[in-house]
């Protein structure tokens, strides 16, 4: 099975269990997308996951960033809206902005105050109708998974249930979004890329990445007190 696929099981989306939390409610309600004209990566979501969707201009943010140091990670801000379709939750990410965090290296990326300062200056002056939805970083070479220090970052920045990280190893191709499912991170089935396209052509993506399900790493535990 190809990473990027149309789709027929986007009709049960409209039976996932509703998605029931306080900050859900503040969500504006719109209308149910037409997942089955987007190209969609991985696998089909899972109940009670929110659903990911991101424009092509995204991923291409994304992935040029992504291609600047293939010995380094690197990272930024995911911006966009979240909105609910009777308690169903939607992410729509359609801006992706550069972060130079000086706490970075070949096996680890962490937002520092300088770098958050930065992003929020960025998406004021280039996207002020957009919000901060989420982050994203690679693991040049090494795999995606969130380690203990990206759930660290996720869980002390990234609160809300629709904000999500993504993983991109820029050398084997791969990518996976994670996000909050009952209040735990955990790796997301897949994403659908909203650039629409005709019945008679094959969808092609902005991305050649390989979208697949990974592993979250918990922090450990502290010693227990004699």
């Avoid at 801000?77 to 609910?84: D, P, V």
């Avoid at 992003?119 to 939805?133: F, K, M, N, S, T």
């Avoid at 820029?170 to 005709?198: D, I, M, S």
Wanted: charged share 15%.
């Amino acid at each position: 099975m190809t990473s990027a696929s149309t789709s027929s099981s986007t009709t049960n989306l409209t039976k996932l269990p509703r998605v029931m939390h306080p900050e859900v409610a503040t969500l504006a309600q719109r209308p149910f997308p037409p997942l089955h004209h987007y190209i969609h990566h991985g696998q089909p979501a899972t109940t009670d996951e929110l659903i990911v969707l991101v424009s092509p201009e995204a991923l291409r943010q994304i992935d040029n960033h992504s291609q600047q140091d293939l010995t380094q990670e690197l990272g930024g801000g995911l911006l966009g809206t979240a909105y609910r379709h009777n308690g169903q939750v939607f992410v729509h990410i359609t801006a992706a902005l550069p972060v130079n965090s000086p706490d970075h290296g070949p096996i680890h990326f962490t937002f520092t105050a300088d770098a958050w300062r930065q992003l929020q200056q960025e998406r004021d002056a280039q996207y002020p109708a957009l919000e901060i939805v989420g982050w994203f970083h690679t693991h040049p070479d090494l795999g995606v998974f969130y380690s203990s220090d990206d759930v660290v970052v996720h869980s002390a920045a990234f609160t809300l249930p629709w904000h999500v990280g993504l993983v991109v190893d820029p050398v084997r191709q791969e990518a996976c979004f994670f996000g909050w499912v009952n209040g735990e991170l955990k790796a997301l089935g897949g994403f659908y890329e909203t650039a629409e396209f005709a019945h008679d052509t094959a969808p092609e993506s902005a991305v050649s990445w390989r979208t697949i399900t990974t592993t979250v790493h918990q922090p450990s535990p502290p010693p227990a007190h004699p």
